[in-house]
C-alpha cells in the first residue's frame, strides 16, 4: 500500500509508520507467546492436527448465526480430526436449508452457515447425515390455531398472507401506543390488574405469579415499572442480575473499615456518612468513648481521628484488631442499611 502512494508523501509516510509499528508489535508477540483474538484461530488450526484429545471426540455446535473465515478454518481442521460434529440451526420447519438463500428470506443467514459447512464437508471427505429436525409446524410453546402461534409463523415471512381465521371477540395479541415508558407501564398495571379480576376467555382469573411483563431494553424500563408496581401495591420479582457492589449494606459495612484503613481521614469519614444519611445515631456509633478509645475531635468538619505519635500509619484489619470489632460491636440494632434521603 506505501507504494500505491507515491503521489501523496503525507499518507505514505503515515503508512509506512503503521507498518513498523505493526512489524514491531508482532515480533514481541512472538518473542513473549501472546495470542489476540484475532490469532487464537490461527494458532488454533495449527495444533488440531497434532491434538490426541481430539481424536474419535463428538463435538456439538450450539448457538450459533454464522462463522468468520477463520472459524471455518477451524471447522475444518475439526471434522479432519474429530469422529462426528454435530451442529444447531435456528431455522423454519420444512425449509430446505441447502436453497439458495435470498437475502428478504428470515433465515437467509442459517442458510449461508450451513451451506458453507457442507463445502467443508465435502473437501474434508466429510460424510452429512439427515438433517433431523426438532420440531414440527404446530406444535412448540404456542397453542395450535392461537395468535401467538400464527405470528410466530407468519411474521417477517414474505409470500405468507393467509389471514388469521379469528377466534370471534377473543383477541391475544394487542398493540398499544403510548408517548414514554412510563405511560407503557402504568397500561401494564392496568392490565394485570384487569386480568387479575377478570377473565376475558370465560376462564380463571390469572394470578400475579401467571404474568410476566418482558421489555426488550429492560434497564429503560425498569425504574418506571418498579414504580407503577408500588403505587399499585402489585408483588412483582426482577429477574435480573445486580452487583453486590449495588447493595447498601455492603457498601455500609466496606465503608465502615475504610475509616480504620485510612486512620480516620476525612475523606473516609464523609464516604461514610453520605452511606448512612443524615443519622446522627452513626456519629454515636464512630466516636463512642473519645477519651478511652484515645480519639479526639478533627480539625475539619469534626471528623474524628487517632492520636498517633510521629508519622501517619494505615491501620489494616490485622493491627486495628479490638478497634475494628467495637466498631462493628458498637453498632445500634435499629441501624438502617438503606441510603438516606
Not at 420444512?94 to 452457515?113: C, I, V, Y
Not at 394487542?174 to 414514554?180: T, Y
Not at 425498569?222 to 455492603?250: C, K, M, Q, W
Not at 464512630?286 to 478509645?293: D, E, K, N, R, T
Request: glycine letters at 8%; a positive charge.
Amino acid at each position: 500500500m506505501v507504494s500505491e502512494c507515491s503521489g501523496r508523501p503525507v499518507l505514505a509516510q503515515k503508512l509506512a509508520q503503521l507498518s513498523v509499528l505493526r512489524e514491531k508489535y508482532r515480533q514481541f508477540q512472538e518473542a513473549h507467546q501472546m495470542q489476540t483474538a484475532e490469532t487464537v484461530p490461527e494458532a488454533l488450526c495449527g495444533r488440531i492436527p497434532a491434538s490426541r484429545m481430539l481424536e474419535g471426540s463428538r463435538i456439538y455446535l450450539d448457538g450459533f448465526t454464522g462463522f468468520t473465515p477463520a472459524q471455518l478454518d477451524v471447522l475444518s481442521g475439526l471434522m479432519r480430526k474429530a469422529e462426528r460434529v454435530t451442529a444447531a440451526f435456528t431455522i423454519d420447519a420444512g425449509t430446505n436449508a441447502f436453497s439458495r438463500p435470498r437475502e428478504e428470506e428470515l433465515f437467509a443467514l442459517t442458510k449461508k452457515t450451513v451451506q458453507a459447512l457442507g463445502r467443508i464437508a465435502a473437501e474434508t471427505g466429510t460424510v452429512i447425515e439427515p438433517t433431523l429436525v426438532m420440531k414440527q409446524s404446530g406444535t412448540g410453546r404456542f397453542s395450535e390455531g392461537s395468535e401467538l402461534q400464527y405470528l410466530e409463523a407468519h411474521l417477517f415471512r414474505p409470500g405468507r398472507r393467509n389471514p388469521f381465521p379469528g377466534q370471534g371477540d377473543r383477541h391475544q395479541i394487542r398493540i398499544l401506543s403510548c408517548a414514554n415508558p412510563a405511560e407503557e407501564a402504568q397500561a401494564a398495571v392496568a392490565w394485570i390488574r384487569r386480568l387479575t379480576r377478570t377473565n376475558e376467555n370465560g376462564g380463571e382469573t390469572l394470578r400475579y405469579r401467571d404474568i410476566a411483563v418482558v421489555a426488550g431494553d429492560f434497564p429503560t424500563y425498569a425504574e418506571h415499572l418498579r414504580r407503577a408496581f408500588g403505587r399499585a401495591e402489585i408483588p412483582y420479582f426482577v429477574d435480573r442480575s445486580v452487583p453486590v457492589t449495588l447493595n447498601p449494606a455492603f457498601e455500609f459495612v466496606r465503608a465502615a473499615f475504610a475509616i480504620l484503613d485510612a486512620n480516620y481521614s476525612y475523606e473516609s469519614m464523609m464516604a461514610f456518612f453520605r452511606m448512612t444519611g443524615r443519622r446522627w445515631t452513626f456519629w454515636k456509633t464512630i466516636c463512642w468513648q473519645p477519651a478511652s478509645a484515645g480519639i479526639r475531635p478533627g480539625r475539619r468538619g469534626g471528623a474524628a481521628r487517632q492520636e498517633t505519635a510521629g508519622r501517619k500509619r494505615s491501620l489494616s484489619l490485622r493491627n486495628c484488631g479490638k478497634r475494628s470489632r467495637s466498631v462493628l460491636n458498637h453498632l445500634p440494632a435499629s441501624a438502617d442499611f438503606r441510603q438516606g434521603s
